[in-house]
């Protein structure tokens, strides 16, 4: 029973969790593979349209004319979506869900059109291929609807095969015996596997206290946050006299006031960080002089009378013309080509660094706030 259990819960925690197309697509970008991939992809779209041209080399080609139009149709199909790959940019999620609706009913469609169902039937290794692009790039739910399209698919040529008494049955079953774990036991998991990994991966960049991005989250966010090259802010921001807080109601207080802080920072528009113990960092698309207000408000706004013990802090406040302009929008899901990813990775660096001076001069602000008594806003000196 207590195995049953836990895989209960596995399976659960697997189709309960996000797919996460674009986020897995960026970190492939990030890391410089999604130009492998995609021509990786390309080449396996090639291998489909020669296993298609390779039903004439049998010794029972196809014989009738809408079989021999079914595997003509796949065959230059697989060899112009490869070409379509290979030349990219990579595709959106949608056009991903089309691309695996196109593989899988292509494959089917190419099995059934052989002279022999005998002889395609180890064919259907081909939607375990299918089924390696899905795990990587699609979520359960995808993934769960290709294993039932590749489970009609073997069931219907496996009853064509049992049907007719002059095919090897014997052949059949052992193939069968070896689809089973490759074809449907192991992707799910993998994909889990995958998932996981994805979901650690993801949480790296987030404070667990607060909910905030982290400093490191924070750099992966700033060239899609920075969509352009307008004005830029930072604001940093430090709770004053935090360790009489710690001290009169405990490290548990001190967290109750850190994430009190992260709700009232959770303001639209703006990017929000925490950066260390009790300081936290803001940036915003805006001029010094729209910061300064903004800053001024948040003040006010982090204050509360009724709280058990009413927080003020100090901010410094730090302003540039902008980045080099960052040309990823957010939620993007049709991701560029190589020389696109080479000028993503220059605008990275462009908006990283803008921040990080910003964030070190909005730094010395704040404390000349808390040197000044703390609970007001200054404003770093124009570079």
């Known amino acids: 029973m207590a195995w049953k259990a836990h895989d209960v819960t596995f399976l659960r925690r697997w189709w309960h969790q996000p797919a996460g197309y674009s986020w897995m697509v960026r970190y492939f970008e990030s890391h410089g593979a999604l130009s492998a991939y995609r021509v990786g992809v390309g080449i396996s779209c090639f291998c489909y349209g020669l296993a298609a041209v390779t039903a004439y080399l049998t010794f029972v080609p196809p014989r009738s004319q809408l079989s021999t139009l079914v ?10 979506v490869g070409a379509l790959w290979l030349r990219g940019p990579w595709p959106s999620e949608r056009q991903s869900l089309l691309f695996v609706v196109y593989a899988d009913i292509g494959t089917t469609l190419a099995l059934l059109s052989y002279g022999s169902i005998e002889v395609s039937f180890p064919g259907c290794v081909l939607l375990a ?4 692009y899905v ?6 739910r995808v993934l769960v609807a ?19 008494p002059s095919e090897d049955h014997g052949l059949t079953w052992s193939q069968l015996v070896v689809f089973l774990p490759v074809m449907f036991s192991t992707p799910v998991f993998l994909q889990s596997v995958l998932l996981n990994l994805r979901i650690d991966a993801h949480g790296a960049m987030f404070d667990p206290l607060t909910g905030l991005h982290n400093r490191r989250g924070l750099d992966d966010e700033l060239p899609r946050f920075l969509v352009d090259d307008s004005p830029v802010s930072v604001m940093v921001i430090d709770v004053d006299r935090f360790k009489q807080i710690n001290d009169r109601f405990g490290h548990e207080g001190g967290d109750r006031a850190l994430r009190l802080i992260a709700h009232r920072l959770r303001i639209d528009d703006v990017l929000v960080a925490r950066t260390g113990g009790e300081e936290f960092a803001v940036v915003a698309r805006m001029p010094a002089e729209q910061a300064a207000s903004v800053a001024e408000w ?7 009378s009724h709280d058990d013990s009413p927080l003020t ?5 730090a302003s540039a013309p902008g980045t080099s302009g960052a040309r990823v929008t957010k939620g993007e899901s049709a991701i560029r080509d190589d020389s696109a990813i080479r000028n993503d990775s220059v605008v990275r660096n ?9 964030i070190r001069r909005a730094d010395v602000a704040m404390y000349e706030a808390k040197h000044r008594g703390g609970n007001q806003v200054v404003v770093a000196a124009v570079q």
């Open 298 to 304: 948040l003040r006010k706004r982090l204050y509360a």
């Open 350 to 358: 462009d908006s990283v660094t803008t921040v990080t001076h910003l």
């Open 313 to 317: 802090v100090s901010i410094g406040v």
């Open 135 to 140: 795990q990587v790039f699609h979520g359960p």
């Open 129 to 132: 291929t299918t089924g390696v």
């Open 146 to 164: 290709h294993l039932a399209w590749s489970a009609v698919t073997v069931t219907t040529l496996l009853a064509l095969i049992l049907h007719s």
């Open 71 to 80: 595997i003509f149709v796949g065959a230059t199909s697989a060899f112009l």
